[in-house]
């Protein structure tokens, strides 16, 4: 399948830092990320490798729906999203502090 070429800075979006990430960063060393929709885990793991200069052990994805909003009579909903949950090799660490 031929899909856009995307470089490292495009992949990664941001990362999420959550209560539940930073106990899967300190116990799992496992790292949130939101992804663009259309990089797949191979484009992932270059990209954090290459970004942060890590091992990546593995990536794991997630499509999150976005969820219904509304404005007195208006309503919508949130931008659908990616994240990637990304384990790194044990001696590896990502700070972001």
Same mark, same amino acid.
Not at 56 to 66: A, S
Not at 70 to 87: C, D, E, F, M, P
């Given at each position: 399948m031929a899909g856009i070429e995307l470089e490292s800075h495009q992949?990664?979006?941001r990362p999420l830092v959550t209560e539940k990430g930073v106990h899967q960063s300190e116990k799992y060393n496992?790292?949130?990320f939101a992804v663009h929709p259309q990089a797949n885990k191979a484009d992932i793991r270059k990209a954090?490798?290459?970004l942060w200069e890590v =091992?990546?052990?593995?990536?794991? !994805? &997630?499509?999150? %729906?976005?969820?219904?909003?509304?404005? =007195?009579?208006?309503?919508?909903? !949130? &931008?659908?999203? %990616?994240?990637?949950?990304?384990?790194?090799?044990?001696?590896?660490?990502?700070?972001?502090?």
């Open positions: 992949v990664v979006l496992a790292y949130a954090v490798e290459e =091992r990546v052990v593995d990536v794991r !994805t &997630q499509n999150r %729906k976005g969820k219904p909003r509304r404005n =007195r009579l208006t309503q919508g909903h !949130t &931008q659908s999203w %990616k994240k990637a949950i990304v384990q790194l090799h044990d001696e590896d660490r990502i700070a972001f502090f």
